[in-house]
């Protein structure tokens, strides 16, 4: 069963290496997909909205790990 | 059968027109994973991925329609986006790219479809968040490279 197991690592690695950046992607997904619908947002900002927060995820995300 | 291949022709055409976003977004995949763990993995995974999908059309056949489209778009999405910032951040601070470009805007693309957001342009705005993308990424390497060179050099203990 050990080899299962490696590809499941193998899997998961693919998409996580980092486990609080994979985390800021997903609770902001989470968020445009739950909190947004909330405030009256005019169609077509939602998507903007999104891009913009995974934008800036990427950038400070980028910008710490250059730093270590 | 009860149509003839003359019959089914166009809407096979239109149909594989359709899908080559899908196609471009699959190469991507396999140039990405290629490059990162050997072409071996990358090729042996992609001959199992398509017997597996034929696998999948010959059993369930028309029965994979039942399958909620916006929840197969948030979960391919989900995991674009993953394994496409992930590739993206490697790639600004390695100060190249390319790939992770293309892979995180299909990712923010099909998610955003899976929860149901309006994207302005339609499909159009893959091109849109390709550039966004691109944008971020070139700006990120200058502001990368400083914060790397404004690093005081550690000591080794």
């Given at each position: 069963?050990?080899?299962v197991r490696s590809i499941l690592?193998?899997?998961?690695?693919?998409?996580?290496?980092?486990?609080?950046?994979?985390?800021?992607?997903?609770?902001?997904?989470?968020?445009?997909?739950?909190?947004?619908?909330?405030?009256?947002?005019?169609?077509?900002?939602?998507?903007?909205?999104?891009?913009?927060?995974?934008?800036?995820?990427?950038?400070?995300?980028a910008v710490r790990q250059a730093?270590? | 059968?009860?149509?003839?291949?003359?019959?089914?022709?166009?809407?096979?055409?239109?149909?594989?027109?359709?899908?080559?976003?899908?196609?471009?977004?699959?190469?991507?995949?396999?140039?990405?994973?290629?490059?990162?763990?050997?072409?071996?993995a990358a090729l042996g995974g992609?001959?199992?991925?398509?017997?597996?999908?034929?696998?999948?059309?010959?059993?369930?056949?028309?029965?994979?329609?039942?399958?909620?489209?916006?929840?197969?778009?948030?979960?391919?999405?989900?995991?674009?986006?993953?394994?496409?910032?992930?590739?993206?951040?490697?790639?600004?601070?390695?100060?190249?790219?390319?790939?992770?470009?293309?892979?995180?805007?299909?990712?923010?693309?099909?998610?955003?479809?899976?929860?149901?957001?309006?994207?302005?342009?339609?499909?159009?705005?893959?091109?849109?968040?390709?550039?966004?993308?691109?944008?971020?990424?070139?700006?990120?390497?200058?502001?990368?490279?400083?914060?790397?060179?404004?690093?005081?050099?550690?000591?080794?203990?």
């Amino acid at each position: 069963m050990s080899w299962v197991r490696s590809i499941l690592r193998e899997v998961f690695g693919l998409f996580v290496d980092d486990a609080g950046f994979a985390l800021s992607i997903l609770v902001w997904l989470g968020a445009v997909w739950l909190v947004l619908p909330r405030f009256a947002v005019a169609p077509g900002w939602n998507g903007i909205i999104l891009f913009v927060g995974l934008a800036l995820i990427l950038l400070d995300s980028a910008v710490r790990q250059a730093r270590r | 059968m009860s149509i003839g291949w003359a019959h089914a022709g166009p809407s096979i055409l239109a149909a594989f027109l359709a899908s080559t976003v899908e196609f471009v977004e699959a190469l991507t995949v396999v140039l990405a994973v290629g490059s990162v763990r050997g072409w071996r993995a990358a090729l042996g995974g992609s001959a199992v991925a398509v017997i597996v999908l034929l696998a999948l059309v010959a059993v369930l056949g028309t029965a994979l329609t039942r399958i909620p489209l916006a929840f197969v778009q948030l979960a391919v999405g989900t995991l674009l986006l993953l394994f496409g910032l992930r590739w993206l951040r490697k790639a600004i601070l390695r100060a190249a790219g390319g790939v992770g470009v293309l892979l995180s805007a299909f990712g923010c693309f099909w998610a955003g479809e899976g929860i149901g957001l309006d994207w302005p342009g339609a499909d159009w705005s893959i091109l849109g968040l390709i550039a966004g993308f691109l944008a971020t990424a070139l700006l990120a390497v200058p502001l990368c490279r400083a914060r790397a060179v404004g690093q005081p050099i550690r000591s080794p203990r």
